[in-house]
T-cell receptor
Framework: AQTVTQSQPEMSVQEAETVTLSCTYD???????LFWYKQPPSRQMILVIRQEAYKQQNATENRFSVNFQKAAKSFSLKISDSQLGDAAMYFC??????????????FGKGTHLIIQP | DTGVSQNPRHKITKRGQNVTFRCDPISEHNRLYWYRQTLGQGPEFLTY????????KSRLLSDRFSAERPKGSFSTLEIQRTEQGDSAMYLC????????????FGPGTRLLVL
C-alpha cells in the first residue's frame, strides 16, 4: 500500500521569507501523481500544486514550487515570499496513475504552517 | 457558486442514531469521492463513484456506512447506528475522469456523535 509521510507537524516562517515543507512517499508504481493541498482554518481544502511522476520538470505555480526527487521518493513544497494568507494546514497527497483501481488520494498527516508577521 | 457543496455543514447526533449527508459535485464532473478526516489527521479515502456506479470502497467503509449516487449527480452518505468513533469531518470531492484529473473538495460536514 502507498504511504505518504510528512515529518514536520508544524513549521513557522517570517512573512516575506521562504519556507520548505517536506514530504516523502512510498510506492512501487511508476505512474502516479503528487499533490499539495492547503486547508485554511475552517475552510475547504484547495489544490496548491500538482506533479505528474513522468515529468522531470518540477511544477511551479507563482510563489509555490516543488522539488520532486523521484528516485528518493521525495516531494517538497517551497513557498517563496510567504504571506499571512498562506497560514494553513498543508497536506501532501499521492494518487496512482490510470490503469484501474485505487483512484482515491492518499494523504499525509499534514504540516501546520504559521506565518509570523 | 459552481464549486462542490455539502449539506449539512454541521451535525450533532446521539449514539445509535442514523445520519445522512449530501454532496453536490461540480456540475460537469462525473467522479465523486468521499473522505473522512479526524482531528489532526489527513483525509482518508472512503469510496468513489463514476457516474452512478460505485467503483471502489475502502476497508474503512464498514457495513454501517452506505453511499449512493442514484442519478450520477449528487451523492448521499448514510451512517447507521452511529458510534462516537464516527465523529469526524466528512469530505466530498469531485473530478472529471480520467484519473489524472484534479479532485476538488467541498467544505465538509462535521459530525459529532454524543
Amino acid at each position: 500500500a502507498q504511504t505518504v509521510t510528512q515529518s514536520q507537524p508544524e513549521m513557522s516562517v517570517q512573512e516575506a521569507e521562504t519556507v520548505t515543507l517536506s514530504c516523502t512517499y512510498d510506492t512501487s508504481e511508476s505512474d502516479y501523481y503528487l499533490f499539495w493541498y492547503k486547508q485554511p482554518p475552517s475552510r475547504q481544502m484547495i489544490l496548491v500544486i500538482r506533479q505528474e511522476a513522468y515529468k522531470q520538470q518540477n511544477a511551479t505555480e507563482n510563489r509555490f514550487s516543488v522539488n520532486f526527487q523521484k528516485a528518493a521518493k521525495s516531494f517538497s513544497l517551497k513557498i517563496s515570499d510567504s504571506q499571512l494568507g498562506d497560514a494553513a494546514m498543508y497536506f501532501c497527497a499521492y494518487r496512482k496513475g490510470s490503469g484501474g483501481g485505487a483512484d482515491g488520494l492518499t494523504f499525509g498527516k499534514g504540516t501546520h504552517l504559521i506565518i509570523q508577521p | 457558486d459552481t464549486g462542490v457543496s455539502q449539506n449539512p455543514r454541521h451535525k450533532i447526533t446521539k449514539r445509535g442514531q442514523n445520519v445522512t449527508f449530501r454532496c453536490d459535485p461540480i456540475s460537469e464532473h462525473n467522479r465523486l469521492y468521499w473522505y473522512r478526516q479526524t482531528l489532526g489527521q489527513g483525509p482518508e479515502f472512503l469510496t468513489y463513484f463514476q457516474n452512478e456506479a460505485q467503483l471502489e470502497k475502502s476497508r474503512l467503509l464498514s457495513d454501517r456506512f452506505s453511499a449512493e449516487r442514484p442519478k450520477g449527480s449528487f451523492s448521499t452518505l448514510e451512517i447507521q447506528r452511529t458510534e462516537q468513533g464516527d465523529s469526524a469531518m466528512y469530505l466530498c470531492a469531485s473530478s472529471l475522469a480520467p484519473s489524472r484529473e484534479t479532485q476538488y473538495f467541498g467544505p465538509g460536514t462535521r459530525l459529532l456523535v454524543l
